[in-house]
Antibody, heavy 127, light 107 residues
Framework: QVQLVESGGGVVQPGRSLRLSCAAS????????IHWVRQAPGKELEWVAA????????DYADSVKGRFTISRDNSKNTLYLQMSSLGAGDTALYYC????????????????????WGQGTLVTVSS | DIQMTQSPSSLSASVGDRVTITCRAS??????LNWYQQKPGKAPKLLIH???ILQNGVPSRFSGSGSGTDFTLTISSLQPEDFATYYC?????????FGQGTRVDIK
């Protein structure tokens, strides 16, 4: 079965760095784009970053651009999120999610959704 | 960025009720719209993608409709396990933003 397992979260001081990992199993990891989505305590979901199946294309939310770097190692079935210059606003539960794309005969263009999610890893930025 | 606005933000309903949640996009997104269910302490779960396609394994009491800017998630007969927070999300462009969520509570 498809599994995504995040790790690497913890308590970190403002301005410091942290690297999150997302280990995938149960599917051909190298065939899928993967996203990071975060959720601050009691708040809504916020998309953070995405990486294409081959790692060539990456996108970031404006709130993390220049501070976070998404990467992947398809030989290890693992996704990463390197986070630097962390601030209180980065405190959240970080999820990785697999992108699912369908091509519909009645629609122009493929449709994407996030069909599998990990359980999340908590990042707390605090002095 | 495209903004997604859900209404209501919360609602109270009874088992067996028909529940409707709406989601409005700040610009037309065709049918690039997904719905997720999130229970406390759990990851979101995909319910509906491409506005109206039920994800495998999701009960048929859930349905989605809409195109352009206005979308609806309907639960035809609310069950005890449906009490949760529901989010819409567009994937029309980057960033693929989420709505603020609709919490469905027990009346």
């Amino acid at each position: 079965q498809v599994q995504l397992v995040e790790s690497g979260g913890g308590v970190v001081q403002p301005g410091r760095s942290l690297r999150l990992s997302c280990a995938a199993s149960g599917f051909t990891f190298g065939n899928f784009a993967i996203h990071w989505v975060r959720q601050a305590p009691g708040k809504e979901l916020e998309w953070v970053a995405a990486i294409s199946y081959d790692g060539r294309n990456k996108d970031y939310a404006d709130s993390v651009k220049g501070r976070f770097t998404i990467s992947r190692d398809n030989s290890k079935n693992t996704l990463y999120l390197q986070m630097s210059s962390l601030g209180a606003g980065d405190t959240a539960l970080y999820y990785c999610a697999r992108e699912h794309v369908v091509v519909l005969p009645t629609a122009h263009g493929p449709r994407a959704s996030f069909d599998y999610w990990g359980q999340g890893t908590l990042v707390t930025v605090s002095s | 960025d495209i903004q997604m606005t859900q209404s209501p933000s919360s609602l109270s309903a009874s088992v067996g009720d028909r529940v409707t949640i709406t989601c409005r996009a700040s610009q037309s997104i065709s049918t690039y719209l997904n719905w997720y269910q999130q229970k406390p302490g759990k990851a979101p779960k995909l319910l509906i993608h491409a506005a109206s396609i039920l994800q495998n394994g999701v009960p048929s009491r859930f349905s989605g409709s809409g195109s352009g800017t206005d979308f609806t998630l309907t639960i035809s007969s609310l069950q005890p396990e449906d009490f949760a927070t529901y989010y819409c999300q567009h994937t029309y462009s980057t960033p693929p933003t989420f709505g603020q969520g609709t919490r469905v509570d027990i009346k």
